[in-house]
């Protein structure tokens, strides 16, 4: 980051130095700083199309930083698979699972907590969903939410938790 700072500074008018400093930026998860660089980059240069991709990218990278980040709730980088993925849900899962808490305040947060992992990993191990988290257009957690509700609620759960308590 210093070299690119560095860069900048000895020219000002070098719009590639400010794509490498947006680079940084992304890396560092500092997206408006990303936004800003490009956007100084296509300033400069309003022509080049790379740029331009390069602030469109930042843009949507923005946004979903906002948003809820599947990949940060269960611990995993982008490129995970969907073994690693399913590890880590295991792991959180057991971690923040409701029955291990006893209070109504930690169960409450707990539950919250639980249902975000259950979507992260919805969302993560379905490779439809997550190109579509992916490229920000995923509808988030309301989607999983409905999905979980419908699998509960669905005949054939329902069924199967009447005949396990012999109902």
Known sequence: MEACNAAI????????????RASMHEM???????????????EINKENREI???????QKLLKQSNKRNYYKILGV?????????TKAYR????EWHPDRFD?????????????????AKEVLTDPEKRRMFDNGMFLG?????????FFLFSPLFCSSVFFLLGI
């Open 28 to 42: 560092n998860e500092d997206f408006e700083a990303m936004v800003k660089d490009f956007q100084k980059a296509a």
């Open 9 to 20: 500074e000895a020219d000002e008018g070098h719009e590639w130095n400010y794509v490498h």
């Open 103 to 119: 209070s109504e305040e930690e169960k409450a947060k707990a539950e919250k907590k639980f249902m975000d992992i259950a979507a």
């Open 141 to 149: 957690v309301d989607f999983c939410v409905v999905s979980v509700s």
């Open 52 to 58: 331009q991709q390069g602030l469109q990218r930042a």
């Open 91 to 94: 792991k959180m899962a057991q």
């Open 77 to 85: 980088p982008r490129n995970a698979d969907k073994r690693t993925i």
